[in-house]
């Protein structure tokens, strides 16, 4: 029973630590305090330890010599590298996505672009939620367990690099318009059109990220 409860503990503590990680609140290179954590929620230093080694396998975190856990962080070369990974596959998925979908993963890509706008449209800060919302669901269409894996990982520590940057909302609702583009072109079952936009808008997403950490030449919309 202790071994079920403690491993119970450890995946609600990886949603946690997940959740804190997208978001920024704890931000890139940030240390894991262990012990801070294991006080917080009142937990052994166990089911703790477990947790860090799923996100470290995740690629969330990563461990450093005499450090222990740190959240993984990247310089725009290993940003660039990132983006070369995720566009390669996730441009093969929209494509998949367009010839596999159903009326359901249809359903379900219309519905994230929904949300997306909503929250825009209310003032309330884009979350990085939206944006995973969106890309699970073209995932999901696209029926590719390997790519989906690969990709999920990739996007994740995308968006904890990113977590520290501010986005312009100008930049977010084009990004929002490559999300209703992409979605039709799937519904419709334009595979190259799809593929074509998944570039397009991951082009965006680089240049942007790109240019706030190296402050170089302004993002193209």
């Given at each position: 029973m202790p071994d079920t409860l403690e491993r119970g503990l450890a995946v609600q503590?990886?949603?946690?630590?997940?959740?804190?990680l997208l978001s920024g609140q704890i931000t890139s290179g940030a240390r894991i305090n262990e012990v801070e954590i294991a006080r917080e929620f009142s937990i052994s230093r166990g089911p703790l330890r477990e947790a860090i080694r799923q996100l470290v396998s995740e690629g969330l975190l990563v461990h450093r010599p005499n450090k222990g856990a740190v959240v993984f962080e990247a310089q725009p070369d290993e940003v660039e590298a990132l983006f070369e990974l995720r566009s390669a596959l996730e441009t093969a998925a929209a494509r998949l996505a367009a010839a596999r979908r159903d009326r359901k993963d249809i359903a379900a890509l219309r519905r994230a672009c929904e949300r997306s706008r909503k929250v825009l449209a209310a003032g309330r800060e884009f979350a990085h939620r939206m944006d995973l919302d969106f890309h699970r669901a073209l995932l999901d269409a696209a029926r590719s367990p390997r790519?989906?894996?690969?990709?999920?990982?990739?996007?994740?520590?995308?968006?904890?690099?990113?977590?520290?940057?501010?986005?312009?909302?100008?930049?977010?609702?084009?990004?929002?318009?490559?999300?209703d583009q992409i979605a039709e072109a799937i519904a419709e079952g334009q595979a190259d059109r799809a593929a074509e936009l998944m570039e397009l808008h991951l082009e965006r997403v680089r240049l942007q990220m790109i240019t706030s950490m190296t402050g170089n030449d302004a993002p193209r919309d």
């Open positions: 503590l990886v949603e946690t630590l997940r959740e804190r790519i989906t894996e690969q990709v999920w990982r990739v996007h994740q520590q995308i968006i904890v690099v990113r977590s520290r940057q501010d986005v312009a909302a100008s930049h977010t609702d084009a990004s929002l318009t490559d999300h």
